[in-house]
């Protein structure tokens, strides 16, 4: 078999590898990518992940506020939700992106850009199964590693004869579940829950810790499984599940995406502290975390290391045990965020191309959880700040006292900030309400400009907006 040279090879089409092989093409590199499918150009973000959910987010939304219209003084009809419509018009927006990113890599790459699995053989050789059924044998000077990750599945008693379904494939359900069963109480297990509890599901979410939102301040953990449980949704914290079994029908190891299981249930055996009880539903979802797609690289060939996990460890450029092996994106361990994932190909860049000296050292990265209202964070939480030792002052206010919110009927939640008592500096801030996933953004730039927090206090902020809470919540110091 010929083997083909490059400059440089990257190994996956996410955000940090459809990005960066333009950019090396217009250095002069000769730049191959490898992408194991047509549909996940450009990665999972477009085509599994961030765009389709929030695309149903949003429709989730739509009904939850014509339900509530007679708040706004319109009188309206309950709504009727045609999960079908819904799911074709996420399918719609998916479709719409494939085109966009496929014809900047085919301009870019032309016939290199390689659709098939890759794998090591050699330190810096890969060969690619391609779609066509041939094997072609790749080599480069350089190789970036951008493969992401995939849901994680738990070795679980009886679940996978009984089925499941997972962030992909409930996607695709044109059904509506009677009742979904959430075992996770992460980021993705709690937009799925409230969307299909908004859709009209009945929704249990199972929580191994004793709060959701491990990761948060507890204050804001509990306020989220308020606005929550006010939506309908129930909860089953410092829960251990210790069987699944199926009520009926052929066992199967995924449950159908099109299939009606209203008659064809789920059954969990539960322990919850020193007992045990049964909970039965239509559907369930597994949201317990993700995986790297690390498994069928065979990076043992190139002599790459990996975790306990299966993460890629890299130092702060981004780079691998091994010289001139990068990892980008989900697959090195760092937050699973797209906007990070963006950053990686600009550290990349900058020290490649550039001639720039870029690393992730104190990078700011803020989160959005997209319920409604929004939860964004950025920085450290009150625990954490503790735990690292600074005096702190914290801020908190209500969503209500918010101007905006008031002419929004979107009253719920509340903003917290944490000061550094020293120097005056924000150390980390949580928003949840309206808009926090803009509004987060203000905060995140007076952070990364290292002033104090008094530039938000008294800054003249537009009114009435959001982001003017910023005002009086920073006045609360």
């Known amino acids: 078999m010929d083997t083909q040279y490059y400059d440089d090879i990257i190994i996956g089409g996410g955000k940090a590898g459809k990005t960066l092989a333009p950019a090396l093409v217009a250095d002069g590199r000769k730049t191959a990518l490898v992408e194991r499918s047509l549909n996940m150009i450009g990665g999972s973000c477009p085509n599994i992940a961030c765009i389709p959910s929030k695309t149903m987010v949003a429709s989730a939304e739509v009904a939850n506020t014509v339900r509530n219209s007679a708040a706004y003084g319109i009188n309206t009809a309950a709504p009727t939700v045609d999960l079908a419509a819904v799911i074709g018009r996420k399918r719609s927006v998916v479709q719409s992106l494939r085109p966009i990113n496929l014809n900047n890599l085919h301009t870019a790459l032309g016939d290199n850009l390689i659709i098939g699995t890759a794998r090591f053989v050699a330190p810096k050789t890969i060969e690619v199964a391609t779609n066509e059924e041939t094997t072609r044998l790749l080599t480069a000077e350089r190789l970036f590693i951008n493969t992401g990750t995939r849901p994680l599945i738990p070795s679980m008693q009886g679940l996978k004869e009984a089925g499941f379904l997972t962030s992909e494939s409930i996607m695709e359900l044109e059904q509506l579940p009677e009742h979904l069963i959430v075992l996770g109480s992460g980021y993705i297990g709690l937009e799925f829950a409230q969307m299909f509890r908004r859709f009209g599901s009945r929704v249990t979410v199972i929580g191994q810790s004793e709060q959701i939102l491990s990761q948060q301040d507890p204050d804001i953990a509990i306020a989220v499984q308020t606005l ?174 918010i101007m905006r919110a008031v002419t929004q009927s979107q009253t719920d939640g509340l903003m917290k900030a944490i000061v550094d008592t020293e120097t005056g500096r924000i150390l980390g801030c949580s928003l949840l309400c309206h808009e926090a996933g803009e509004v987060i953004s203000t905060v995140q730039m007076v952070m990364q400009a290292q002033m104090p927090y008094t530039v938000l206090r008294d800054g003249i902020l537009t009114h009435p907006t959001m982001t003017e809470g910023l005002n009086m919540l920073f006045s609360n110091v």
Not at 276 to 284: A, D, I, N, R, V
Not at 348 to 369: E, F, M, T, W, Y
């Open 228 to 401: 929550l449980e006010r939506d309908g949704i129930e909860f089953l914290l410092k829960a251990k599940v210790l069987r699944v079994v199926r009520v009926g029908g052929a066992s199967r190891t995924e449950a159908s995406p099109l299939e009606n299981r209203s008659d064809n249930a789920t059954k969990l055996l539960i322990q919850v502290g020193d007992q045990e009880m049964e909970l039965q539903g239509s559907h369930l979802l597994i949201a317990v975390g993700r995986v790297p797609n690390t498994d069928t690289l065979n990076l043992a060939a190139a002599g790459v290391a990996t975790d306990a996990r299966g993460f890629i460890p890299v130092n702060e450029r981004l780079e691998t045990n091994v010289p001139n092996i990068w990892a980008l994106g989900d697959i090195n361990g760092g937050p699973q965020y797209t906007h990070v994932a963006l950053d990686d190909y600009r550290i990349v860049k900058a020290n490649l191309i550039d001639g720039g000296n870029r690393s992730i050292q104190g990078r700011l990265v803020p989160s959005c959880l997209f319920i409604d209202p929004e939860l964004a964070h950025i920085g450290l939480t009150e625990t954490e700040a503790q735990q690292q030792g600074y005096a702190i002052r914290v801020a908190k206010l209500d969503a209500r006292d």
